[in-house]
């Protein structure tokens, strides 16, 4: 089933799904009982909300890429995780992993689909 995707491109995809489950579960868990605690939580929230649906969206397509063995979606799924990076930068490091590593693995993706 993965024998012409890159791997680099499936470390990728495996990173980002492993952040993204990291993330919701991370953000699920809040005990809104406190009334400071809501509060804070919901500041918080506002500025989580454009990183995780980017996160999301990313991984989808991160996904997509793999299964469809496209290199053109793969970056575009990269790009969309480092605009995730950039919507909240705190957390970036968590995404650089899987964003070189989706470079990587669309290069080499473009290679073995075109045979270069």
Known sequence: MFKNVSKALLVS??????YLVYLIISYTKIDLENE???????????LVKPHLYLTIFGVFLSFLSVILKNHNLALLATFILLLAALAFVLYAIFLLPAIVMGFIGARN????TLGN
């Open 36 to 46: 400071s605690e809501s509060i804070f939580y919901l500041i918080l929230m506002t």
């Open 109 to 112: 993706q473009k290679r073995i």
């Open 13 to 18: 995809t495996l990173f980002g799904t492993i």
